[in-house]
């Protein structure tokens, strides 16, 4: 393109097509010397960054003067300040690399790439408002229960809690509006629930689904804890499962009873793992087909096809009356107490049914004594 002289030395303009509308507009350049160098740069389009040719000069003359970067030097100093910002992204992956021990990376990779980077991803955590987590709270609750919610914001509350600590970034100046969450909610089936979804369970031609939900009922176990189960942990000559890695922490050994026992020996061996994913892998999504057969059993959806299972077993031991909170804590592999303690108004239940039907048999016997006395006084 041909160039064209302006009234001021040094700078002059090109004619080229205008940014963002019709017709051409004039791109200003500056020429000066530097260190014996002749370098031309650019100063600007006419239109779209409002250049003049005054203002061209004067960009010019700090050039000359060391006032002023080039274009190229301010763009570098731009990269090496965005490759110092502690982006949300960033953290992310220093907590990760940094706590390689924590047991929940794949459920915390799949909550982040979900939720927290579509949201924050490029953003520091300093410049977060809480309207910014406000709207996605909201927005995570109109697809995720509260528990969920609670646990997605907890994640980003600590990674960023993480990069204060390393003091790699600014906090929040605000405090995370946590969800309420009944943590105490128990999920239990009628004899005729537990009934018709037994039955749906053995019409079903999904190959683990089933099965995985027969093992929760028979033995309390986890969903992560039955993905996790090898066949080498089953003995059953001890009676004994062996459960690795458990969310209460160390290992545990529960008893086999005959029901998992009768369920495992008639299952296929096809891998190392009880329950393998479909190429013999050790984790796979069931949760749509869980969530079928709890549909076709005609149960409630708030009913959680496989941890609301878990539920049942603790609720039925519970409310036998022949199972102690201590037995049924170890049960459930549950490290605080206090956590088993949701099942004991069951306990309590049959407690008071028994005492009830003692005093009842007491005023039968009673009653009966008095029948007798008056049937002797009127002989």
Not at 167 to 183: A, H, K, R, Y
Request: charge should be positive; include cysteine; proline fraction near 4%.
């Amino acid at each position: 393109m041909k160039r064209a002289k302006t009234k001021y030395p040094g700078v002059f303009y090109r004619e080229t097509k205008r940014l963002g509308g019709r017709g051409v507009e004039k791109v200003y350049y500056v020429v000066f010397k530097k260190d014996g160098k002749v370098i031309e740069e650019k100063a600007g389009r006419q239109y779209a960054d409002d250049m003049t040719p005054a203002r061209a000069a004067g960009i010019r003359a700090d050039r000359i003067e060391g006032k002023r970067l080039s274009r190229k030097e301010i763009q570098e100093q731009e990269k090496e300040a965005k490759k110092k910002k502690w982006t949300v992204d960033r953290l992310y992956k220093e907590y990760k690399k940094q706590n390689p021990q924590l047991k929940g990376w794949p459920t915390y990779d799949s909550q982040y790439d979900l939720w927290l980077k579509p949201a924050f991803k490029n953003k520091e955590p300093r410049n977060i408002i809480q309207l910014d987590v406000d709207r996605l709270r909201l927005k995570m609750l109109k697809k995720r229960s509260p528990q969920t919610v609670k646990h997605v914001l907890a994640l980003f509350r600590r990674m960023v809690n993480f990069g204060v600590r390393k003091q790699l970034c600014e906090g929040l100046d605000f405090t995370i509006q946590m969800p309420s969450v009944d943590n105490a909610k128990t999920e239990d089936l009628t004899n005729e629930q537990l009934q018709a979804l037994l039955k749906t369970i053995d019409k079903d031609k999904h190959p683990l689904a089933g099965s995985m939900m027969k093992m929760a009922l028979f033995t309390g176990l986890r969903r992560g804890e039955m993905f996790k189960l090898k066949w080498s942990d089953i003995k059953f000559e001890r009676g004994f499962i062996h459960i690795r890695d458990p969310k209460g922490g160390s290992d545990q050994m529960i008893p086999l009873n005959d029901a998992a026992r009768g369920l495992l020996e008639s299952m296929e061996r096809n891998s190392e793992f009880v329950f393998p994913g479909l190429r013999g892998g050790q984790r796979m999504n069931i949760g749509k087909q869980v969530a079928k057969i709890r549909d076709d059993a005609g149960l409630s959806r708030d009913f959680r096809p496989l941890h609301g299972l878990r539920h049942v077993y603790a609720s039925m031991l519970a409310s036998s009356g022949e199972v102690d909170m201590y037995t049924l804590q170890k049960l459930l592999t549950h490290k605080d107490p206090k956590t088993t303690q949701r099942y004991a108004h069951l306990r309590d239940e049959t407690l008071k049914r028994a005492s009830n039907l003692a005093g009842s048999l007491i005023q039968k016997a009673i009653a009966g004594k008095d029948e007798k006395e008056i049937v002797q006084r009127q002989e």
